[in-house]
């Protein structure tokens, strides 16, 4: 279920480790002390990249602090090719559980992303393939002349906070959050954007073992503050009088807010060694000229051949409105990987992976040879 998902997403590693030992040891003294560590480390590299590394460095602690409350700590950095690099934090929260018939879970502070399947499975531990789904971080193209960086679905964390509750075959949450889902927004960083509140609903049903389905909702502004970062042809009537009058929107001008509508479908099966997963998404920003609506899913498939061995592949696509100049069009991107796994040991596992790809901008198929390694290890 999901819920328990986001349990195994949120416990891993967080601070220096010298100052988490001497946390451990305090809480070595206290019987109802408790602390998870786990980091993560991976270097993977391209074809299409000549070789340039890309890494990535994850490490969370769950503490425990008694009476069901939890402290999770998860920075996070990153290395693109071409040696950019960027770091955050991507979970500081508390959480609070009971032990009643029915579990009830309370996450505040900056929480794992309420929406979105995927967003649990991109750590390079848990994710089998050696890419995630490029709509959580290739942003669209400008709907109406203003470029607003949104994704389709955000690989972030929002600063929030969601109630969600299970039981045997169903599970349920819901919150409110800082940032859009089609928006990543660093607390920390100087030059987030503005908040804006969103409202955030979702649940699953699980009607045998094995086999899930779900979906989550979430509304609340994407835009605000802004102003015209070009000059605009605005059809006479399309967006109230104050447009209308001349039919251009000047550089400058001050836009109204607008709102940003996000619908998720998922589904999992898992049967013997085989799991299959799938998300749809399906967004609705309001614009400047007419409301855009972008889609796009995500398959997955993984198959355990041997306890060292196992295969993997992904399909991704999505299609997005894009205004050029006066006419307004669609563009698609696609993705799709093929990735072979071996599993050294508990802490250690290599992967190779054929990579296609297309873009919004770029319509014919770039290919490539990708490897990857990623080292993890738990301390208790």
Not at 56 to 78: E, L, Y
Not at 340 to 346: A, C, E, F, T
Request: aromatic share 10%.
């Amino acid at each position: 279920m999901r819920v328990e998902m986001l349990r195994r997403a949120a416990i891993g590693g967080a601070a220096a480790l010298h100052v988490l030992a001497c946390v451990t040891q305090v809480h070595a003294q206290d019987p109802t002390g408790h602390v998870a560590i786990e980091a993560v480390a991976s270097a993977s590299v391209s074809s299409a990249d000549d070789g340039d590394p890309f890494l990535i460095f994850d490490q969370t602690s769950t503490i425990g602090v008694g009476r069901g409350w939890d402290v999770v700590v998860r920075p996070w950095a990153r290395r693109m090719p071409g040696g950019d690099w960027a770091a955050e934090m991507y979970q500081l929260q508390v959480r609070y559980s009971t032990s009643t018939h029915i579990p009830v879970r309370l996450d505040a502070g900056i929480i794992s992303s309420p929406i979105g399947m995927s967003t649990l499975e991109l750590r390079p531990d848990v994710n089998p393939t050696i890419s995630a789904p490029f709509y959580y971080f290739v942003p669209l193209p400008a709907f109406d002349g203003n470029f607003d960086r949104v994704t389709l679905i955000s690989g972030g964390y929002p600063l929030g906070a969601i109630v969600s509750a299970s039981g045997l075959h169903w599970d349920v949450r819901g919150g409110v959050t800082d940032a859009t889902p089609t928006r990543a927004r660093n607390v920390f960083s100087t030059s987030k954007g503005p908040s804006a509140t969103q409202f955030v609903v979702g649940g699953g049903i699980t009607p045998v073992a094995g086999l899930r389905f779900g979906g989550a909702f979430a509304a609340g502004r994407y835009r605000l503050d802004m102003l015209s970062q070009r000059t605009m042809v605005i059809p006479d009537g399309s967006y109230g009088a104050q447009f209308a009058t001349n039919g251009v929107v000047a550089k400058g001008t001050a836009l109204p807010d607008a709102s940003a509508t996000v619908y998720n479908v998922e589904g999992e099966y898992a049967v013997g060694y085989t799991r299959i997963t799938g998300e749809l998404v399906v967004d609705r920003f309001e614009t400047m000229i007419a409301p855009a609506v972008s889609r796009g899913f995500n398959l997955m498939a993984v198959r355990t051949l041997s306890p060292r061995w196992f295969v993997a592949g992904r399909t991704v696509r999505a299609s997005t409105p894009v205004l050029v100049g006066a006419t307004a069009g669609r563009r698609i991107a696609k993705s799709a990987e093929a990735t072979l796994g071996y599993r050294l040991n508990r802490t250690i596992t290599f992967r190779a992976a054929y990579q296609g790809s297309t873009s919004f901008s770029r319509p014919s198929w770039q290919h490539a040879v990708a490897f990857s390694t990623v080292w993890s290890q738990r301390w208790w």
